[in-house]
C-alpha cells in the first residue's frame, strides 16, 4: 500500500504509535536469529464487533505488504498442538488460536498452556456446527457455551475474538456478536490444510495465495496433522521470503454469560469426554517471552454498517430447543449482505470440510 494510502487508512482506523520497538522486545529473548519473531503487536477494540479478513470483511485493511497473522482453528488437541506450538517457539513468533469450547473442556491443559506460550485464545463455538442451521437460541448456544468453555478451561478470561465455523455467518448472529464487542475474523489467505495429503501441498497453497495479496490473515487448523507435521518450515520460508507477523492482542477481555457459565463448570468438572477418549497426555510448558506491548489499535471504522439482531421467526420458534431442528438451508457466508428474507442464491461451498473432523472422530457425534 502506497504510504500516503496507508496513512490515510491508518488515521482512521488504527490509534497509530510508533511502529518498531515492539519488535525488538518480542525478538529479545529469542536466540534464534532466524526467526520471524513478531513484527508488530497490534491491539484490537473490539467494540461494536469490528470485522477482519478480506475473503468476507473489506472494512479494515491494517496490514502492510509482506505482514501475515496466523491463526489456527479447531483445537487445542495433545495429538498435534504441541507440535504446533514447538514451531511456533522455535520462530519466536506468536498466532491467535481459535479454539472449540468442547476441545477446550477435553483438554484445558492444552488451553493453558498455549495461553502460557504467549498465544492469543480466541473462540469458535461450542461444537463447531454450522450456525447458519440453527435457530437463533441453538446459535447462541454455540457461541456463549463455547465462550464459557473455553474460559473456563482457561480459568481466566480469553480474547473477545470469534471466527465462524465453516465461516458461515448469518447476519442474526453477526449482529449479536457486535452487541456482544466481539471482533469477528474471516480469512486472506486459506492454507486447506484439511485436506492437503502433504506438507508440500499446504505450503503452496499458501504460498500460491500469498504471492497475489502480498499479505494477510493465514488460516490453519492445529488439529490437522499436515499442519504440525509442517508448520516448521513453512514458516522457515515465511523468514525466507522476508514476511513479517503481526500478532494481535484484545484491548479488553471477552465477559461471559453466567447461565452459560454454570454449564461450562460442570462440563468441565465431569470432563466426561476425555475420560471416555483417553488420549496421549503430553503436555508441553514453556517460559513467557516478556510482556508484549500493542504498538496500534484496530477499532471498528466508524460508518461501518450496524447489523440489527433479527426478530425471532416462526421458523425459529418451531425449532427445538437446542436448535436440532435446524433449517436446511446453508446460508452462505455472505449471507449478511443480503435481506434475511431473501431466496438463497448460489452459494460457494463450506471453506472446512462437512466430514468428520479429528475431535468430532475422538468425540463422535454432540
Ligand atoms: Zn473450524
Redesign the pocket.
Known amino acids: 500500500m502506497p504510504t500516503g494510502i496507508w496513512a490515510r487508512t491508518c488515521a482512521a482506523i488504527l490509534s497509530c504509535a510508533a511502529v518498531g520497538a515492539t519488535a525488538s522486545i518480542a525478538n529479545a529473548a529469542c536466540d534464534n536469529k532466524n526467526a520471524l519473531g513478531v513484527e508488530r503487536v497490534v491491539e484490537v477494540d473490539t467494540t461494536k464487533g469490528p470485522r477482519l479478513g478480506h475473503v468476507q470483511y473489506k472494512d479494515i485493511d491494517f496490514l502492510r505488504p509482506g505482514e501475515v497473522v496466523l491463526t489456527f ?2 483445537g487445542p488437541s495433545h495429538q498435534t498442538t504441541p507440535k504446533v506450538l514447538e514451531a511456533l517457539r522455535a520462530h519466536c513468533t506468536k498466532a491467535i488460536f481459535f479454539m472449540v469450547g468442547r476441545m477446550a473442556v477435553a483438554y484445558p491443559d492444552m488451553v493453558r498452556t498455549v495461553e502460557e506460550a504467549g498465544h492469543t485464545i480466541g473462540s ?1 463455538t461450542w461444537s ?1 456446527k454450522n450456525l447458519a442451521r440453527l435457530s437463533s437460541k441453538g446459535a447462541e448456544k454455540e457461541v456463549e457455551l463455547g465462550l464459557s468453555a473455553i474460559t473456563a478451561a482457561l480459568g481466566k478470561p480469553i480474547a473477545p475474538f470469534f471466527r465462524f ?2 465461516l458461515s455467518d448469518p447476519r442474526r448472529v453477526i449482529a449479536d456478536l457486535e452487541a456482544r464487542d466481539h471482533a469477528v475474523f474471516s480469512v486472506d489467505v486459506d492454507s486447506y490444510d484439511w485436506k492437503a495429503r502433504s506438507t508440500s501441498r499446504m505450503s503452496n497453497n499458501v504460498f500460491s495465495q500469498l504471492e497475489k495479496s502480498g499479505k494477510g490473515i493465514i488460516l490453519f ?1 492445529d488439529i490437522q496433522r499436515v499442519t504440525a507435521k509442517g508448520l516448521k518450515s513453512l514458516l522457515d520460508e515465511l523468514k525466507r521470503r522476508n514476511f513479517k507477523v503481526v500478532h494481535l492482542v484484545p484491548k479488553t477481555t471477552a465477559a461471559t454469560l453466567a447461565s452459560y457459565d454454570e454449564t461450562a463448570k460442570n462440563l468441565l468438572a465431569k470432563r466426561h469426554v476425555a475420560a471416555a477418549n483417553p488420549m496421549t497426555t503430553r503436555s508441553v510448558v514453556w517460559p513467557m517471552s516478556g510482556a508484549i506491548e500493542p504498538s496500534e489499535t484496530i477499532a471498528r471504522p466508524e460508518g461501518q454498517k450496524t447489523l440489527q439482531p433479527k426478530v425471532a421467526s416462526a421458523t425459529d420458534a418451531s425449532t427445538g430447543v437446542d436448535g436440532s431442528a435446524a433449517r436446511s438451508d446453508t446460508s452462505s457466508s455472505r449471507s449478511h449482505r443480503r435481506s434475511p428474507r431473501a431466496a438463497p442464491a448460489a452459494r460457494p461451498a463450506p471453506r ?1 470440510r462437512p466430514k468428520k473432523t479429528v475431535f468430532e472422530e475422538a468425540f463422535g457425534k454432540f
Do not use: A, L, S
Request: net charge negative; hydrophobic share 0%.
Open positions: 482453528d479447531d469458535h463447531h465455523p465453516y487448523h472446512e
